[in-house]
């Protein structure tokens, strides 16, 4: 049977039987992953304090003929990340992360950019570069962006205006972004059902497009107001849950 190591993050663990841990991973050469550790109960040295949530291991496994269940062999922590699970906000923030990714991603289809967007998520929210709420707009910014589903914040999506005057814009899930107040009129008089889409100031819009543009090394650079902070994500509550056709439930426990 063929064995692997990757560079891997716990972002979902549950005991399996009375000694047993299954484990799910996002890593960097197998995207999804989930193995169990067996005896990862007992004080095996080689499991003890790091199959914990959200901690970076590098990882060797054993694939299974029989399952996509991976058998976990050994595991070497790389970063524990201690102070997010002893925070509740950052907890819930990195609770979110881990997820979305869950969700959007499949197992055997890796994307390195995706990796390195959690890492960063994750040392951003231990060592408090900003508050864990903005730490959560980014990632959710970056993440639909690397998906192809990035919004369109440059102007209204049915006549590219963005002045002020054609204001107050609103962002519709349906239409991956902004709508001015004329378009959005019409949108919701030929679809009322449709809605026409949530209240959305173009100073979050321009805050969440810089966010679009700048390299995850500089995105500490933005400054989200307490309304800015609201506004951002609720929007990226409603148009990620709108895309997945789920409810993630992660997002109850941010603060906003
Ligand atoms: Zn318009």
Redesign the pocket.
């Known amino acids: 049977m063929n064995s692997g190591r990757t560079p891997a993050v716990v972002i979902g663990v549950r005991s399996y039987g009375e000694s047993d841990k299954i484990v799910t991973f996002y890593s960097l050469s197998r995207g999804r992953l989930s193995g169990i550790a067996k005896g990862a109960h007992r004080s095996l040295k080689r499991f003890v304090n790091k199959l914990e949530l959200f901690s970076h291991l590098e990882i060797l496994y054993t694939e299974s003929r029989s399952s996509s269940l991976v058998r976990i062999d050994q595991a070497e922590l790389l970063t524990p990340f201690p102070l997010i699970r002893a925070d509740y906000n950052r907890y819930a923030a990195a609770s979110l992360a881990a997820e979305l990714i869950f969700h959007w991603t499949r197992e055997n289809d890796p994307d390195e950019r995706i990796f390195e967007l959690l890492l960063w998520t994750l040392a951003s929210l231990e060592n408090i570069k900003q508050p864990p709420a903005w730490t959560a707009i980014l990632f959710n910014i970056k993440l639909l962006t690397l998906l192809g589903y990035k919004p369109a914040l440059e102007g209204?999506t049915?006549?590219a205006?963005l002045a002020p005057r054609?204001g107050p814009y609103r962002f519709s899930p349906t239409r991956n972004g902004l709508?001015?107040r004329?378009?959005a009129e019409t949108n919701n008089n030929a679809d009322p059902e449709g809605g026409a889409g949530l209240a959305f100031s173009l100073s979050t819009a321009r805050l969440l497009q810089k966010a679009q543009e700048l390299p995850l090394a500089k995105l500490d650079r933005l400054r989200f107001s307490p309304a800015a902070t609201k506004e951002a994500l609720t929007i990226l509550k409603i148009y990620g849950n709108s895309l997945l056709q789920r409810e993630i439930t992660s997002w109850d426990f941010i603060e906003r």
């Open positions: 209204c049915e006549c205006t054609n709508l001015c004329r378009c």
